[in-house]
């Protein structure tokens, strides 16, 4: 029996010891953690203690609220260390002002950002500075609240919205990514235009849209993203329609701006813009795949162009077969699509809507300004509303559209 008590008394004294030692451990490394205060606390201004409802008396390993990627206490302990107390312990624990100097810090929201802290304003970042005052960036949006505003309060005969892909883009960025048609050259200003046989007195339709008269013929349009170039879009766009129209429909295909974009490369750039000029000589003279055959990638703008692959070799008569496989592997259909040689309209709004109503849509170059992306609904006109916001709200640019009706 006394051995037996002797071995019981030695296991005691060593479970006792560990547990001083464990105990030892754990006040070490609390008493060695980093100081929140060594460089300055995150937050002096947060309240911590206070929106937890907690103030431990003498030492609670527990007291600890979140701060941060870490923890700070609400407990006695922490004062006597003066390492890892919450902001706001001596002030809402003990009524006593902090023994240090408080961060200034910006308040936002009902809550207090340490100094470096950013958050984004629409397009524009918004960085805490050292004075304790949110220093923001003064870019222009793309999106403007105010403008929409203005422009629907007007009678300007459209109705502006907004839109959220757009939230948070730069006016310069829209101007830059979002359209892609170089102005035509004087050259091509100066074709001849190809006049409609009209009669003076000749009516037409108040109402016409190409998707009635050609069903199945006219092809929805495809997403650009932010990719400048609607000069191969609009070109693609205009051109399958055509094929299919004057195909009388045995012929439909989606043609691929893809392959506009990285293979039509003389005086073009790809995702930073083209001529269109260009786009239909490479059309007529080289030809191009389906968009199933050869799929949109370039979402973004980028610095280097996407590789060529799909090429074409002349078969004679002017007629051309491909060189390659579809870059989409599930696609085996890599015809060859070329058109006839572009030519100019007159610039006579009657003329252009005949040609429409006979031969299928047509393509068009516009500029485009800053209240343009904002188009909801109705007849658009450039209107002057970002003119009392200054210069650098007033932006333009040129696109090209596919027109249907």
């Keep these: 029996v006394a051995g037996t008590m002797r071995l019981l008394r030695a296991l005691l004294c060593l479970w006792l010891l ?21 460089h300055g606390v995150y937050d002096a201004g947060g309240s911590y ?89 003064d870019h222009a949006c793309l999106m403007d609240g105010e403008l929409i505003d203005a422009v629907n309060r007007g009678n300007y005969g459209w109705r502006a919205a907004n839109y959220s892909q757009f939230w948070g883009m730069t006016l310069e960025d829209g101007i830059r990514h979002r359209l892609g048609t170089f102005r035509p050259s ?25 998707a009635a008269k050609w069903p199945g013929m006219i092809h929805e349009p495809l997403d650009q993203g932010n990719c400048a170039g609607s000069w191969a879009f609009s070109t693609a766009a205009v051109a399958s329609d055509r094929i299919s129209i004057h195909s009388m429909g045995h012929m439909t295909p989606a043609l691929s701006p893809q392959n506009l974009l990285s293979c039509d490369t003389r005086n073009q750039r790809g995702c930073s813009g083209g001529r269109l000029d260009g786009a239909w000589w490479y059309l007529r003279r080289r030809g191009v795949v389906t968009d199933e055959c050869y799929p949109f990638t370039s979402q973004e ?22 060189t390659a496989r579809c870059p989409n592997p599930q696609t085996h259909a890599n015809e060859i699509y070329q058109s006839t040689p572009a030519y100019r309209l ?52 040129t696109h090209s559209v596919k027109i249907t009706g």
Aim: glycine share 8%; charged share 25%.
């Design 18 to 38: 560990a547990q001083a030692a464990r105990a030892s451990r754990v006040r070490t490394r609390r008493e060695l953690a980093p100081g929140l205060y060594e």
């Design 346 to 397: 007159s610039s006579s709004e009657k003329e252009i809507m005949k040609e429409l109503l006979e031969n299928g849509p047509v393509q068009a170059i516009l500029e485009v300004h800053e209240d343009f992306f904002m188009y909801k609904s109705g007849i658009y006109r450039h209107t002057p509303v970002a003119e009392g916001k200054g210069p650098k709200h007033q932006r333009h640019g």
């Design 186 to 210: 004087p050259t091509v200003m100066n074709m001849n235009e190809m006049h409609m046989n009209m009669d003076s007195n000749e009516v037409l339709p108040r109402h016409f849209d190409a």
């Design 49 to 137: 203690c206070q929106r937890g409802d907690v103030c431990c008396h003498g030492r609670d390993d527990g007291c600890t609220v979140p701060y941060h990627d870490t923890l700070c206490y609400c407990d006695l302990f922490c004062n006597r260390t003066v390492s890892d107390c919450c902001p706001d312990f001596w002030e809402y624990c003990l009524g006593i002002p902090a023994p240090f100097p408080k961060a200034p810090g910006c308040a936002r929201a009902g809550r207090n950002f340490p100094t470096g802290a950013t958050y984004r304003e629409n397009c524009n970042l918004c960085t805490c500075g050292p004075g304790g005052q949110w220093q923001c960036e």
């Design 301 to 322: 703008s980028q610095p280097a162009a996407q590789p060529c692959m799909m090429h074409s070799r002349s078969t004679g008569r002017g007629k051309r077969q491909a």
